[in-house]
């Protein structure tokens, strides 16, 4: 903070972060409201405390090693070198406490380490934690009400400290391996929270297999109704609202691009650290909400459910490229992505009997994958990111400049990283050895029963305890 300027920019960055986790707060109290709509009355306690216990455990786990694994593993396997030094972001550090700067205590700090992460280690921390909790929730949603506790939190566990944040590490800093070699580009993490959600929570459907009575006797699908529709409603709109803080959590809010001794070019920069405007991604969000609605409500005949779910899905889409899209661009590519997603969904749980409760594996994985790849077309020849150390080496190309370019090989690649190579497969692995143990499903009996029962008393009590039809035809079947 050698300038009253440079001082105040600190001073903002902390508070801007500061202020953008608690706006993403939502998206947790909307899948949480979301997720209870969607349980039937016997499983919505346990469908709550689910998703509830992947806060403390996933802070915990992020913060004993998950944030050092982003900031340590950013050149992959070894692909553009080894392990980074970090030592800001291990949990014995002086700068995961609190610290007011000047020098450092430690010998494996520097003063340029104080000097930058005394006041916005935690912050960021913080940022990244959240989406770390978002990844773990879209799991949650698409295996309600038929997964153990423990399995769950095992899985969140590694989706969230592990899995997830090796791909934000590769794909989503400014010096991760995918970013400096491939040119990929990803600004509000199409591919690096959603498609990797999408894949891990196909890997654990495989696995779990279908709740009692969704498929009958020759294979047909039967519809799940909603336990309300107007807790889905609240907590879509909660998460629309949430989204929105997480855009804002993934710029810089200001940064001298310029800096040089000639010239000061004070701007916003997407996470890569390359210019854009809070104005630009603003339009864009919205126009992506708008296309997702439209399509949602129009292929779903207006059903309430995958109209809200296609306003998601819509900014899904798009938010690989939204820091760059033209609005009209970013509408169309919400619009065309949630009609395939839609499609696909009912596809794939005709063909290969996939019970996704929430259809999170189409509104996330499916939107994020297409919304990487129509990235990589639509902004080809942009910029990536700075360049970090010899900009030659890049496999698909660079810009005049030197700086890595977005190409369509390297997002399609990229694509593929995060949906199958850290989404499905360690997660398939893990769901095969949980389930090897009987530690994944619950009994047949206990999820007919309800796995609220026995456990939790009735949430509603002054209501009718008359059973549905469809729970009564359920329990027909198994006699």
Request: some cysteine; overall charge negative; charged content about 10%.
């Amino acid at each position: 903070m050698d300038t009253d300027i440079g001082g105040l920019t600190v001073i903002f960055t902390e508070f801007y972060y500061w202020v953008t986790v608690v706006m993403m707060f939502l998206i947790h109290v909307g899948f949480c409201v979301y997720e209870v709509g969607a349980s039937r009355r016997k499983n919505l306690q346990h469908t709550l405390m689910k998703n509830t216990m992947l806060i403390p455990v996933i802070s915990v786990t992020f913060f004993l090693f998950g944030w050092w694994l982003y900031w340590g593993t950013v050149n992959g396997p070894w692909i553009n070198g080894g392990i980074s030094v970090a030592p800001f972001a291990t949990p014995w550090s002086e700068l995961m406490g609190t610290h007011m700067g000047g020098a450092p205590v430690t010998p494996d700090l520097t003063a340029g380490d104080t000097a930058l992460w005394a006041r916005v280690n935690g912050v960021f921390w913080a940022a990244f934690l959240l989406f770390s909790w978002t990844t773990a929730s879209i799991i949650s949603g698409s295996i309600i009400e038929r997964v153990k506790t423990q399995a769950f939190l095992i899985i969140a566990t590694i989706v969230g400290s592990v899995t997830w944040i090796i791909d934000a590490a590769w794909g989503w800093s400014p010096a991760g391996w995918m970013v400096q070699l491939m040119g990929y580009h990803d600004a509000y993490a199409s591919g690096v929270v959603h498609a990797i959600a999408g894949g891990s929570a196909l890997a654990v459907l495989i696995v779990l297999g279908p709740r009692i009575g969704k498929f009958g006797p020759n294979g047909e699908v039967r519809d799940i109704p909603l336990h309300n529709p107007w807790l889905v409603t609240i907590g879509l709109f909660l998460i629309y609202t949430g989204f929105w803080g997480f855009y804002a959590a993934c710029n810089i809010p200001i940064i001298d691009i310029d800096a040089t001794e000639e010239a000061v070019f004070l701007s916003a920069t997407n996470i890569y650290l390359m210019p854009t405007t809070l104005s630009a991604i603003t339009f864009n969000f919205i126009l992506s909400l708008s296309g997702g609605l439209m399509v949602g409500y129009m292929v779903s005949k207006a059903n309430p459910f995958w109209t809200y779910s296609g306003g998601l899905a819509g900014v899904i889409s798009a938010s690989a490229g939204n820091d760059l899209y033209h609005p009209i661009q970013a509408f169309i590519v919400a619009a065309v992505c949630v009609f395939v997603a839609y499609k696909m969904h009912y596809w794939v749980e005709r063909k290969f009997k996939i019970d996704d409760a929430v259809g999170a594996v189409a509104v996330h994985g499916y939107c994020g994958f297409f919304g990487v790849v129509i990235a990589g077309v639509l902004l080809w020849g942009y910029p990536a990111a700075t360049p970090s150390g010899d900009p030659g080496v890049a496999w698909f190309g660079s810009t005049a400049e030197g700086f890595p370019a977005i190409n369509p090989i390297g997002n399609f690649l990229g694509a593929i990283i995060m949906f199958w190579v850290l989404g499905f497969i360690p997660i398939y692995i893990v769901a095969k050895i949980l389930s090897a143990f009987g530690m994944l499903r619950v009994p047949a009996e206990v999820e007919i029963a309800g796995l609220d029962v026995g456990k939790y008393t009735d949430p509603y009590p002054n209501f009718s305890a008359a059973e549905p039809e469809f729970e009564r035809i359920q329990r027909s079947q198994q006699k």
